[in-house]
């Protein structure tokens, strides 16, 4: 049974989102169709825990906005863009994952890898990074750009994911559901630090096609470690 009462939910956040402009028009609808979507296909606490992902990342978006407004590199309002890019296989993972729990994993790993990049982004910022492919010291902002604090940032809010996903029964292993979160997260968050150095730098790609792939890296990691 479908409790319709979430589904009315998901359209209230919807709106707040976009009333605070944290998304546009677009990407707050796409954001309820796939919301809807995983109520029906998954279940209301897969749809939880992208909400906390979500929660998690306009908090530090929120937190970073001074300091990224100073660089020239506060984002602002959100496009459908970036809930595709985040969100996309998180999205296909949970249209199945319920049936099959490699699946799962590949879910968790997709999230894990969306959170653990946009806390390490936004928290990074108030370090001095290193390139990530020479360790050369670079401006914040600047693509493929790491820093131990933006790093651990991103682990822990890695860990927070794996940690929720076995509360809200996703994960029935707590270990298992952490050390897939954090594997996944890590290892996708480097993917995407990598991406940016190689390849968005030299406009080969934009953001949000490095933030899809890194999100499959993470998806195929969650997947192989449940395997």
């Known amino acids: 049974m ?33 919301g809807v979507t995983i109520i029906f296909s998954a279940g209301v606490n897969w749809l939880i825990l992208i ?13 970073a906005k001074p300091y990224k407004s100073e660089l020239g590199e506060y984002e602002g309002t959100r496009t459908a863009k970036n809930v595709i890019s985040n969100g996309l296989v998180a999205f296909l993972m949970a249209a199945f994952g319920g049936y099959y729990l490699p699946l799962a994993g590949g879910f968790i790993g997709a999230i894990a890898t969306a959170t653990a990049d946009t806390l390490a982004s936004e928290i990074g910022v108030l370090q001095e990074p290193r390139l990530i492919t020479t ?11 790491i820093s131990i604090l933006g790093t651990a940032a ?5 860990g927070v994911i794996g940690f929720a996903s076995f509360l809200l029964g996703i994960m029935p292993d707590p ?26 730098r030299r406009h080969y790609i934009n953001n949000e096609h490095v933030n899809l792939l ?3 890296c993470g998806a195929l990691i969650g997947i192989f470690s449940v395997m």
Not at 183 to 198: E, K, M, P, R, Y
Request: charged share 10%.
């Open 2 to 34: 479908i409790n319709w009462g979430y589904v009315v939910l998901l359209f209230v956040l919807g709106a707040v989102t976009y009333q605070r402009k944290s998304l546009d028009l677009l990407g707050s609808l796409i954001m309820i169709f796939m």
């Open 51 to 63: 909400v906390l992902f979500l929660i998690l990342s306009l908090f530090a978006t929120r937190f």
């Open 135 to 145: 360790f050369k010291k670079v401006p914040a902002g600047t693509d493929g750009a």
């Open 154 to 158: 991103g682990i822990v809010g890695a």
């Open 175 to 200: 270990l298992i559901a952490i050390k897939i979160a954090v594997i996944s997260g890590t290892a996708g968050c480097f993917i995407d630090s990598i991406l940016g150095a190689v390849l968005e």
């Open 214 to 216: 890194a999100t499959i």
